[in-house]
Structure formats: C-alpha cells, structure tokens
C-alpha cells in the first residue's frame, strides 16, 4: 500500500458542517465572543500596572488585583470554553479542531495558578510574583496569538465553503 502524498491527503474542516451549526446555535458562542476581548482589554491594562510597579515599585496592590482579575477571567473564559466546545464538539478539551490550542492553554492555566500559590503563601517576593505574572502573560499572549490564528482560518474556510456552494 502506497502511503498518500500531501497533496492526496484530505485536510480536515475546521468544522464540520454539523460542528458549523452547533456552533452558530449556542450561546457559549457569544459567551466567548464577549469574554474574549474582556479579558485581553484587562490583560492590557494590567501588564501596564505590572511593568509600572517593576519600574518604579509603586502601584503594587493595583498590580496585584490587576492580575488576580485577569486570572479570574481566564479561569471563566476556561470553564465557559469547555461548555462550548462539548456543545460543538462533543468533548470538553482537546477535540481535533483545538487540540495544540487547549494544550497551550494548560500552560497558561498553570503559570497563572502558580502566581495565585505564589500570591496566596507568600512562597515568592512581591517582585517575584510580578515576574511570575509576567511570564503568564507571555504564554497568554501567545495562546491567544492561536486562537485568533484559528478563528481567521474558520472564516477563511467559511467563505471557501460558500464560495464553492455558490459555483456548484
């Protein structure tokens, strides 16, 4: 048996036409929708507070509830997220279509659980800690870096599928 050549193999959809509806009929869509953005304005705002207190040591508490909210709103932008891709995919993490994305998530999940350890014992030094943050805010960044990376691919491939729908 021959193994198929790249060209040979079928690159599978983004979604499916079925996976398409699902997601177009949720809620957890527009959940995600509002989130998102929510979550990178304060994100924003927040390494601005983080880098202004490594400057010039002011602003520490605006800092920290800085960070603590972005880290909230990643945790419900998680949970909400797994919602949404059970509804659509049928798994809560790692369906085909998120696979590299959900795993870098977990990164990001980690750094930022590791600042709230670090915050909540004390195990590291307040300049530590915003260290710490900022390193979550790396892999944030990249991780959301993916997912918009991902959602302009689905929209390529919709206006695709809709541009073959229309010449067939």
């Not at 603590?68 to 997220?81: E, N, P, Q, R, S």
Request: hydrophobic share 50%; net charge positive; aromatic share 12%.
């Amino acid at each position: 048996m021959q193994n198929p050549t790249h060209s040979d193999r079928q690159i599978r959809p983004l979604y499916t036409s079925e996976e398409r509806a699902r997601r177009d009929a949720t809620p957890w869509t527009l959940v995600q929708g509002v989130l998102a953005p929510v979550q990178f304005l304060v994100f924003l705002i927040s390494v601005v507070l983080v880098v202004r207190y490594l400057q010039t040591g002011q602003g520490e508490t605006a800092a920290t509830v800085s960070i603590v909210l972005k880290t909230a709103l990643l945790y419900t932008i998680m949970i909400t997220g797994c919602i949404w891709e059970k509804v659509v995919f049928g798994r809560y993490l790692f369906a085909a279509s998120f696979f590299w994305e959900d795993v870098f998530s977990m990164l990001v999940l980690a750094l930022h659980t590791a600042y709230l350890v670090a915050l909540f014992t004390g195990s590291l030094s307040v300049r530590e800690q915003m260290f710490l943050a900022l390193a979550a805010y790396a892999a944030y960044a990249i991780n959301a870096t993916q997912f918009i990376l991902k959602l302009r691919a689905a929209r390529l491939q919709s206006a695709q599928q809709n541009t073959q729908q229309v010449t067939a």
